[in-house]
């Protein structure tokens, strides 16, 4: 019986050192863990929008601590997976979208020659007309132009 003893003993260390093996394995994979402040910083930095001074500001570190951090290969992976480009061009677009609801003329005109060409709207718009309709084309009072950017003088 002293031999079964030993080899569940035996089994059961090495096991153990089986354990610690893999312990010490996925500890050398693991990420690094970030600091505090860098992920309050991440957080900051997402916030304003990839502004690196307004994120240094906000959590009172200086520019050269970030691009010290940017030394860490963990805290760049982290800082890549904001996407704060894409994120500054969405609230641009809601800004720009709210403006045309409002009826803002420099919008209104911005979007048309940005998205309008295929319409005939914009600088550069080409219009290829391939109808037997008639095409019929009002003047336009120059002033209502004048007004689109402002120049418009008062009347009074």
Partial sequence: MEKTTKKKGAASSSKKAAQKKKTAKTSKTAKPSLSLAQRTFLQAYASFCGNITAACQKINISRQTF???????????????LEVDERLVEIAEYGLLQRLKAHDMKAIAYVLDSKGASRGWGRNATLNVATKTPIVIQSVDVGFF????????DEN
């Fill in 67 to 81: 691009y010290d951090w940017k030394k860490n290969a963990a805290f760049v992976a982290e800082l890549e997976t």
């Fill in 146 to 153: 004048d007004s689109l950017n402002g120049d418009a003088e």
